[in-house]
């Protein structure tokens, strides 16, 4: 299962026992998922969604905030993405109107206010189940596979509102907790977004999703291992590059030295250096330092190296 679906999945399982939660909770769902019809008799409410799961929460939150037993509709709707299975429940305005200015959003009979009410989300709890509420009805994170970092690359968190009053609100109660969201414009759309997995696990503690917060870390840590490990196995690949090239200046060296003068042209210590080297072209010095048998340090045989490049320039070569 996705962190997206976990997170979700947590929130309607999870219950809400307070009346102030509840209205906080269904203000943040009617902001992303709800619209207000115009019907006799004033403006109505319907929340409309694909996840049947959100449709039957609010359902409950509804029979017992209104003492009103919603229906449950199931649609075949035809979507961006193809044909998908969405669920509506609706209030008509004799219910609807009532509720919708207990919550701030409503000023009867017509006047809509695009946001809650303040006083709906004046306690932390409200601030946590108006999060919940609208993450649900308009949010998704999504964790990328080709991520590279750990802090902001392939981690987003979106909310998704089509108002951008409501988006403010959202961003604004966010930073009252101490997560900073970005606020950008998406389309016909306003999006409230989070880049950083420190800011996402934030969230997720914030509003009490903490599978999917235990998920979160170990796709972290887990990236943070696999990116040790490339960094590792890319020095390991340059150093061997940078061994072959240097071995292959040096045996080319050697050569133009056997060529013009022989390698009895040189000292002992070089000759065997030359042997050494040319037998064991892919060793590094540490591993031909062992294989001489005029031994030096590894230093010393750097010297040597430099010193059998020197000689070849001086018999004509161009070996730098």
Not at 62 to 89: A, F, H
Request: a neutral charge; glycine letters at 6%.
């Amino acid at each position: 299962m996705s962190i997206n679906n976990t997170i979700k999945e947590e929130i309607f399982e999870s219950k809400i026992t307070s009346v102030c939660c509840k209205k906080a909770f269904l203000a943040g769902v009617i902001l992303g998922a709800g619209s207000l019809p115009i019907e006799h008799g004033g403006l109505g409410l319907m929340i409309q969604h694909t996840s049947k799961e959100l449709i039957q929460k609010c359902a409950a939150i509804l029979l017992q905030l209104t003492d009103t037993e919603p229906e449950i509709i199931k649609k075949e709707k035809e979507m961006s993405l193809g044909q998908r299975t969405v669920y509506e429940i609706h209030l008509p305005p004799e219910t609807a109107s009532p509720l919708l200015a207990e919550l701030g959003i409503l000023d009867p009979p017509y006047g809509i206010h695009e946001t809650a009410s303040q006083d709906i989300v004046a306690a932390s709890c409200c601030k946590k189940s108006f999060l919940q509420g609208v993450f649900c009805a308009a949010g998704s994170l999504t964790i990328s596979n080709d991520c590279e970092t750990t802090n902001t690359k392939g981690y987003n968190l979106d909310i998704v509102l089509c108002s951008q009053k409501s988006a403010h609100f959202t961003a604004e109660l966010m930073n009252s907790l101490g997560i900073a969201p970005g606020l950008r414009a998406k389309k016909n759309n306003y999006s409230v977004y989070l880049k950083d997995s420190e800011k996402i696990g934030d969230f997720c503690i914030t509003i009490g999703a903490n599978s999917a917060l235990f998920k979160l870390n170990n796709i972290v840590a887990s990236r943070s291992l696999r990116n040790d490990a490339n960094r590792r196995t890319n020095c390991e690949v340059a150093n061997i590059d940078k061994t072959l090239s240097a071995s292959a200046k040096h045996i080319e060296a050697i050569a133009f030295i056997e060529k013009k003068a022989g390698l009895n042209y040189l000292d002992d210590a070089l000759r065997d250096t030359a042997k050494a080297r040319r037998a064991h072209p892919e060793a590094t010095l540490n591993e031909l330092t062992k294989l001489l048998r005029y031994p030096t340090s590894k230093s010393g045989l750097n010297h040597r190296l430099r010193k059998l490049i020197q000689i070849a320039n001086e018999l004509g070569g161009n070996h730098d």
